[in-house]
């Protein structure tokens, strides 16, 4: 069996890691020094926008998939119409990269989502604020990621200062309402082309500058909201037939509303801790849903555990070089991506499993400081 | 950092999984196409008995470490004098080869070993038996594995029998009591250069022809004899200045007696269970140990655990074909080693995590079957 799959960073690495267990080939679109391709994955080199590289690496895998969405969807569409198996669909994967296109499918699958218009020019969104209220947020209608391409406005100054910044990098944007956050929860669900389902327990996140910091699971939101989430992940997941991974992100509002925040149809930062805390990784779940294989138990194995990301350190030093004090602290699983560090770049991820998501925290809290240098 | 090792069959396979998530570099001697050559390890061409493969080697490693024993003992002393951190050493290594030295050395350190005493003939078979009692174990001094090498006798004529074989062979024999069994155990313990050790929970093993077939954890034989074994495991390694991981085999004999049968100063089939029911695989506390890093928590993480090899089966047919089937059983988490298939060849294993070790056992046996065919 072999897998195509556009991209070569971490998460195509940790999908190798779990390729090789099941014997599964796979093949990356990329460069060979980008992090899966330093540990032997076999690369295509090329990007997501070169429709001939596309073609290339559809060649080379029974289906086709992604760790990223940074790819050219009309020559996507294009090559599926040729026969390849794109899963998740170059139609559904859409989802994510335009996020009005998203918000719209969503809502009229009766999935709530943020209140939210396009914007065009700066009066939209003014136009927006009085009928709501401030703080707003604009956000790129697609190739925002990790925090770039949001702005969260209090008034017409940031407003316009986002637009500058956008004009920049030549964004069209969209506006919604600024939620008042209670929780935030992420929760993962597969699907195979059979129609099996399979959903992991949702999990808290913590985002710091729109970057996910933090993971904690069991949830403490109460199970009625880990239901609610279950629900929404099926229905989307149903609604769009998921051929593969899917990451949803949802707010909980201060009202105790559910609102989905955000999609991948991939594997995500938010599903790493299930690869100790789960019965099946998110890696091995996401081969095994392309494939059509029978899916993996999702269901927890630990009483807790907790994630936390190692983020390349404001002097440029590289956390690699400080692996020991990492594995100092017990039960750490640690992860590095093998990426050259820059100040502010998820260069890794600490997982630990413990009686309590409070001690799983701390020690993985423990763990990414010490190898950050700041502990 | 950098690990080089002698070997690149399942153990080292595996051992390159745990290095991706670490950032260690791994270069295997062996072939391209063995399993761990298939999944993009380096490869140094060679084999353990070739001088300069293993020099040209342990210039690609900061350290120099082994998933088998297959090497030349003299040329890894020498090669070893030269500076290269050889872990564990040449010294200790010979315990695992040289089986009488084992024996010996084991006794000298108050462990106890089951009695045996040279064979050069036959006859010296029959004066051993005589002091005894019959079924005696007639074993290869060394090269014996997976049930080759060791022959049961009853009487005289299977004594001859076994040597006319092992005459072909050209091995050197010993022979021991035939120990009554009540249970097989296997332990594993890690020591760094630092002093530092860990050792992982007892597990029962089952072994068929010789061959470990099953292994379950936590151990029925209770926590006095399996806090003896840990007793046994610490010793050892502590005596011996272990740098690296060792896997004690140990019998509990009908009088409720602990004695070691064999050791491996390497990853060890029976540790193959630890990377989903402990919080640290072997692999990575292998690692781990021979870098001198800080090591892994060796406790168990799930009530219970079992883990089947999945044999090649008589009709010559691949495991790998039946893979759905294997992944249909609840929670079962395949490792296949991408070996060629061939009737009796370990070609993967299943490890099931469950409430009691009957239930994962059961679940484990059935994977395993459901890919043998014979489910």
Known sequence: MSVAMVGAGQLARMSWQAAISLDVELVCLGAADDAAGRVGVEIVGGSGYDREALRELARRGEVLTYEHELLDLDALAAIEAEGVAARPSAGLLRLAVDKVHQRRTLSAWGVTVPAFDPAPDTSAVERFAARRQWPVVIKARSGGYDGRGVWICEDMTAVEAAFEQAERGALELYVEEGVPLANELAIIVARAASGEIAVFEAVDTHQEDGMCREVVMPTTVGSALASQARDVAVEIAERGELQGLMAVELFVNR?????????????????????????????????????????????????????????????????????????????????????????????????????????????????AAQMQGDA
């Open 255 to 367: 009202r105790g509303e559910l609102l989905v925040n955000e999609l991948a149809l991939r594997t995500h930062n938010t599903g790493h801790i299930h690869t100790e805390a789960s019965r099946v990784s998110q890696f091995e779940q996401h081969l095994r849903a392309v494939l059509n294989l029978p899916l993996g138990d999702p269901a927890r194995a630990v009483p807790a555990a907790a994630m936390v990301n190692i983020i390349g350190p404001a002097d440029g030093s590289d956390p690699a070089d400080r692996l020991a004090a990492g594995l100092q602290v017990r039960s750490a699983h640690v992860h590095l991506y093998g990426k050259s560090p820059r100040p502010g770049r998820k260069l890794g991820h600490v997982t630990v499993c413990a009686p309590t998501p409070d001690e799983a925290l701390q020690r993985a809290r423990l763990a």
